[in-house]
Nanobody, 126 residues
Framework: QVQLVESGGDSVQPGGSLRLSCTVS????????KAWFRQAPGQEREGVAT???????NYADFVKGRFTISQDRAKNTVYLQMNALKPEDSAMYYC????????????????????WGQGTQVTVSS
């Protein structure tokens, strides 16, 4: 059973930066695609960034140029570096994973992921 634990959420001012971390365990030797999603109160969960087992990256248009997803296989950890944060980035951020690879067009869809972390809160406010 794949387990995910997020950390790094915090309250920051607009223009600030945060780095979220997600430790992945239980995947064994399986190829695992990972992603970050977010959900604000009253809104649907939306894809932010994805990284395949082979380091293929995908980003939502609203974070391109500001957020960077990466992974450290030795630490079984995936990161989301968030720069130039805006108030509209405020949300609960979730790490998600699925065994194997996804087609590019489906990588940002929450329904394609089988494993989820508990979430970490990001608040951007002055």
């Amino acid at each position: 059973q794949v387990q995910l634990v997020e950390s790094g959420g915090d309250s920051v001012q607009p223009g600030g930066s945060l780095r979220l971390s997600c430790t992945v365990s239980g995947s064994g030797n399986s190829a695992v695609s990972k992603a970050w999603f977010r959900q604000a109160p009253g809104q649907e969960r939306e894809g932010v960034a994805t990284i395949s087992d082979g380091d293929s990256l995908n980003y939502a248009d609203f974070v391109k140029g500001r957020f960077t997803i990466s992974q450290d296989r030795a630490k079984n950890t995936v990161y989301l570096q968030m720069n130039a944060l805006k108030p509209e980035d405020s949300a609960m951020y979730y790490c998600a994973a699925v065994k194997g690879n996804l087609w590019t067009w489906e990588r940002l869809r929450p329904s394609k992921y089988d494993y989820w972390g508990q979430g970490t809160q990001v608040t951007v406010s002055s």
